[in-house]
């Protein structure tokens, strides 16, 4: 898994030629990029619309409100295939806009209500696309952290226990199980999180 790039937008080039646009986030979408890190974004559904070539830079937007979640580029081809691969004469599948993440602001993300858009991809002015973008500032330092995930499991050997831990993880994910985060070196700074947000574990503090 590739590490997030965000410490190269705001050096990046607005003036190389590269169209600029915005992509909204289909409903329901924007919990599931916030809650596991993907390096990119597959929207299909987009047939009829014009859609923005290899290279092009993107917004990712959520709506109600409209807000910046996250930058990229285009990076694959969106002409369609067809559904077989074995067979060219089959059904062509549908149109896929695959945007790999530049800068991801999906816990902090910036109003957008000043942009007008026109559907699921819109074309921006790049002046509007770069005042955008550079209401993010800049990106926060990088550094690292310690992730913990405890589950009491009851199994009669140190083999089981894992199969099931791991059944659990996969079963429950981030929606349910608490994960701990804390700075390295820092454990009493520790927090859970539930859902991609701060969640407190101690019942006692809900009385």
């Avoid at 910046?68 to 004469?89: F, I």
């Avoid at 896929?96 to 530049?102: E, G």
């Avoid at 831990?165 to 539930?194: C, H, I, K, N, T």
């Amino acid at each position: 898994m590739t590490t997030d790039t965000a410490h190269r937008v705001n050096g990046a080039s607005y003036a190389d030629g590269a169209g600029t646009w915005a992509v909204l986030l289909p409903a329901g979408r924007y919990d599931a990029e916030r809650l596991v890190h993907h390096d990119t974004l597959e929207l299909t559904g987009l047939d009829d619309l014009a859609l923005p070539r290899p290279g092009d830079q993107v917004a990712v937007l959520a709506d109600e409100p409209p807000r910046l979640v996250a930058v990229g580029r285009v990076a694959a081809p969106t002409t369609r295939r067809p559904e077989d691969p074995d067979d060219p004469q089959s059904d062509r599948g549908p149109d896929a806009l695959v945007v790999a993440y530049t800068r991801r602001a999906f816990d902090e993300p910036v109003p957008a209500d000043a942009l007008a858009l026109g559907g699921p991809v819109t074309a921006l002015d790049p002046a509007a696309f770069r005042e955008l973008v550079d209401r993010l500032g800049p990106p926060p330092q990088r550094r690292s952290w310690l992730v913990s995930l405890d589950l009491p499991i009851e199994a009669d050997s140190p083999a089981e226990a894992v199969r099931l831990f791991w059944a659990y993880v996969q079963e429950l994910g981030p929606r349910e199980l608490p994960a701990f985060v804390s700075p390295s070196g820092d454990e009493l700074a520790m927090q859970a999180f539930v859902l991609g947000a701060e969640a407190n574990q101690d019942p006692e503090e809900d009385d």
